[in-house]
């Protein structure tokens, strides 16, 4: 049971000063009768709920993936640059939700956000290892030295030892082609490890988290809901 006023506010019907205003009007309609009190509780999962006649849907957890482009931040606001939270359309960005995990501004693809906390933590959390895959160019050659050396993990250049990585090398040559799982997510790590031996990151791309997949008819850019499936995939 929630307070009809938060039920209102929480699916992006203004704040609660204002929710309790348009309550007053006599829009606001539940099970068919009028609500003009704030403090009333409903369950909107089970009851009708509807504003102007229409009949609303509530949720209480937003969960949407995006094919993160280039040139966003992964962060919830910037004073300087655009956000993916800044691409969100209203009925979505309404729900806060907040990027899990980071990609960097230069680096493209799989990115969840939620205002699921409990899942965020799951999913981010070193002790839980959920795997990450990324696609990978790098400029120089890539070889089995660097399979070997990524498997056992590397050491980065402040002298932190990362967990073990595996490498799977797509295409070698003066540019070179890979994949890259590794559990944990910290900063630039990706780059970092390359850096570890010798190479540089040209392009990057986040493939997958956990058991879930990139979307990949959504173009850089674009976003949408998860499915009932997929999030009990990254929940799982």
Known sequence: MMRIDKVLANLGYGSRKEVKKLLKTGVVRVDG???????????????????FGEEIEY?????????????????????????????????????TPFPVGRLDKDTEGLLIL????????????????VPKTYYAEISGVVDESDVTAFSTGVTLEDGYETKPGELVILDTG???????????????????????????????????????????????????????????????
């Open 59 to 95: 949720k209480e957890f937003v969960y949407l993936m995006m094919n993160k482009p280039r040139g966003l931040l992964s962060a919830t606001e910037d004073e300087y640059a655009e956000t993916v939270i800044d691409v969100l359309e209203p009925e979505d960005a309404v729900f």
């Open 174 to 236: 003066p540019t070179s082609f890979i994949e890259l799982t590794i559990t944990e997510g910290k900063y630039h790590q990706v780059k970092r490890m390359f850096e570890a031996v010798g190479k540089k990151v040209k392009y990057l791309k986040r493939l997958s988290m956990g058991s879930l997949k990139l979307d990949e008819s959504l173009n850089p850019g674009e976003y949408r809901e998860l499915t009932d499936e997929e999030i009990d995939l990254l929940k799982g």
């Open 33 to 51: 009768e009028p609500v003009k009190d704030a403090k009333i509780h409903v369950d909107p999962d089970e009851q009708s709920i509807s504003v």
């Open 114 to 129: 939620t205002n699921d906390g409990q899942l965020a933590h799951h999913l981010t959390s070193p002790k839980h290892h």
